[in-house]
């Protein structure tokens, strides 16, 4: 059963700790991304990966990292340094990247206490 | 910067009804995409139109594309109550961008 997944689905976090959403996918894709959304509002593209070992800033990376070690796993560190990080966090698949049909997983909510 | 934009923000219909969303953009594209997403939910694809194309078809849904006004249509037909969720459009740029950008999305509510 092939698909993404994301872990954990509700994440609290306390000002000043970093804390590190995970995403894999079993779909053999070469891309992944990672999406911030927040309340009525669309998808902000925080970091991209179109191979393992690289990645690229999207628009929103400040406060943000990632690793791409593996071609399954796109894991997300937000930092410290993160001044608004409470929001629901998308991360996506595609087959390649540029723009093809992207596959999403179901989503992690970061609240920050 | 948001290259996509979808009008209206919010639409409440009537099941059985059809439901019209649009989506404009600014600047000339590779394709364009639909996504739907439930409440609290991940995206969904839902339809690709390329840029040579006017219209696609995919079970309740049409999709046509304006090139030269710059805009895009998702019409859904004979709309049911599961059919409420809010629906995006995402377009890449000419030249080989890549990343998707999403537009903000309509809400689309269909009552019973």
């Known amino acids: 059963d092939g698909g993404i997944t994301q872990s954990p689905k509700y994440l609290f976090r306390k000002e000043g700790q970093n804390v590190t959403l995970s995403c894999e996918q079993n779909?053999?894709?070469?891309?992944m991304y990672w999406y911030r959304q927040d309340p009525g509002q669309g998808l902000r593209l925080i970091y991209y990966?179109?191979?393992?070992?690289?990645?690229q800033k999207g628009d929103i990376a400040e406060g943000y990292s990632v690793s791409r070690e593996k071609k399954e796993s796109f894991p997300l560190t937000v930092t410290s340094a993160q001044k608004n990080p409470t929001a629901f966090y998308l991360c996506?698949?595609?087959?390649?990247?540029?723009?093809?049909?992207?596959?999403f997983g179901p989503g992690t909510r970061l609240t920050v206490l | 910067s948001q290259q996509g934009e979808e009008d209206p923000q919010a639409l409440s219909i009537q099941e059985g009804e059809n439901a019209t969303m649009n989506c404009s953009y600014k600047t000339s594209i590779n394709n364009l995409q639909w996504y739907r997403q439930n409440s609290g939910r991940g995206l969904v694809h839902l339809i690709l139109?390329?840029?040579?194309?006017r219209e696609k078809h995919s079970g309740r849904l049409r999709v046509t594309l304006d090139t030269s006004k710059k805009s895009s249509s998702l019409l859904i037909t004979a709309s049911r109550a599961a059919d409420t969720a809010s629906y995006f459009c995402?377009?890449?740029?000419?030249?080989?961008?890549?990343?998707?950008?999403f537009g903000k999305g309509t809400k689309l509510t269909v009552n019973p």
């Open positions: 996506a698949s595609s087959v390649s990247g540029s723009t093809d049909t992207q596959y």
């Open positions: 779909l053999n894709h070469d891309a």
């Open positions: 995402a377009t890449d740029a000419w030249g080989g961008s890549e990343k998707l950008v």
């Open positions: 139109i390329r840029s040579n194309e």
């Open positions: 990966s179109q191979i393992v070992n690289d990645f």
